[in-house]
């Protein structure tokens, strides 16, 4: 997904999806990732849950998922 956003860095992180769970990796960005206001240390995997929000430059996600 591409965001324009200045304080979103060009590889901020990554979503992980296998079949159990969906995950974020805050992959060495400048400004760094929150997920539900805790931020999340370089390389860190952090396990996402329905109404989790991430917090990406100045844009927060909030996940929801189907059928939940």
Partial sequence: MVV??????GSHGTI???PDAVYFTDTGS??????NGAKLA??????IQD???I???QLTLRIR???A
Avoid at 4 to 9: F, I, N, Q, T
Avoid at 30 to 35: A, D, L, Y
Avoid at 42 to 47: E, F, L, P, V
Wanted: negative net charge; glycine residues 16%.
């Fill in 55 to 57: 917090q990406i430059g």
């Fill in 30 to 35: 400048s400004n760094g990732t929150s997920v």
């Fill in 4 to 9: 324009a956003d200045p304080y979103v860095s």
């Fill in 65 to 67: 998922y189907r059928g």
């Fill in 51 to 53: 109404g989790d929000e």
């Fill in 42 to 47: 370089t390389g860190q995997r952090t396990r």
């Fill in 16 to 18: 992980d999806l296998t």
